[in-house]
Nanobody
Framework: QVQLVETGGGLVQAGDSLRLSCVVSGDTSKTYAMGWFRQVPGKEREFVAAMSWTGGSTDYADSVKDRFTISKGSARNSATLQMNNLKPEDTAVYYC??????????????????WGQGTQVTVSS
């Protein structure tokens, strides 16, 4: 069974940085395109960033472009989200997602097969 394990959330001040990590476990025979989403209570899950399975293509929401960077982690089928210059409006539960088929990047939650448990990021002003 494929699972995603996320780490790295926390409480920071505006302007600080955080790094989130996500590792796919359970099926090492496949390669995965990966994405990060976030959600606040009462709102839909929002696209943040995505990366193709090779890591060669990336995509970002306008709200995080030039501040966040998605990249491949050190482990196979892993991803990191480096978040710089954090703002209070970045406060949310952040979710990692993965899909094993297709080329390119994916923005819609329905396009992903597996989700992590979520990690809280809180940015104080």
């Amino acid at each position: 069974q494929v699972q995603l394990v996320e780490t790295g959330g926390g409480l920071v001040q505006a302007g600080d940085s955080l790094r989130l990590s996500c590792v796919v476990s359970g099926d090492t025979s496949k390669t995965y395109a990966m994405g990060w989403f976030r959600q606040v209570p009462g709102k839909e899950r929002e696209f943040v960033a995505a990366m193709s399975w090779t890591g060669g293509s990336t995509d970002y929401a306008d709200s995080v472009k030039d501040r966040f960077t998605i990249s491949k982690g050190s482990a196979r089928n892993s991803a990191t989200l480096q978040m710089n210059n954090l703002k209070p409006e970045d406060t949310a539960v952040y979710y990692c997602a993965a899909r094993s088929l297709g080329f390119g990047t994916f923005r819609r939650p329905s396009e992903y097969e597996v989700w992590g448990q979520g990690t809280q990021v809180t940015v104080s002003s």
